[in-house]
């Protein structure tokens, strides 16, 4: 999982990335140090209720992108409840 993070963390704009698992919480990040453990779990908490919510709706849903003026995050789907998410900055 630190390879891909590792990967994903070389792309150029890209602000970070981490792996977020309902039970298990954080299993991974490469955000930078302002993203706490505390707001990084509060983030990965919020998206996976988001990503949920949108899997009643649509079963095969497995990624999904949330655009703000800062920055655009994506969220894909991983196996048992856990997913990954990059943050990439707007420019």
């Known amino acids: 999982m630190d390879t891909v993070l590792n990967e994903l963390a ?9 792996v977020y ?6 299993l991974g990040s490469t ?4 993203f706490t453990a505390a707001r990084i779990q509060a983030i990965g908490k919020v998206l ?9 709706n649509f079963p095969d ?4 992108v949330l655009s703000f003026d800062e920055s ?5 789907d ?5 997913w990954v998410i990059r943050s990439e900055e707007r420019r």
């Open 21 to 26: 698992q309902a039970k298990g919480g954080i």
């Open 78 to 82: 991983l196996a048992e409840k856990a």
């Open 48 to 56: 996976s209720k988001i990503h949920a919510a949108g899997s009643m």
């Open 10 to 18: 070389s792309i150029p704009g890209l602000t970070g990335a981490f």
């Open 72 to 76: 655009t995050v994506f969220v894909r």
């Open 61 to 64: 849903l497995t990624d999904i």
């Open 31 to 34: 955000l930078p140090p302002r």
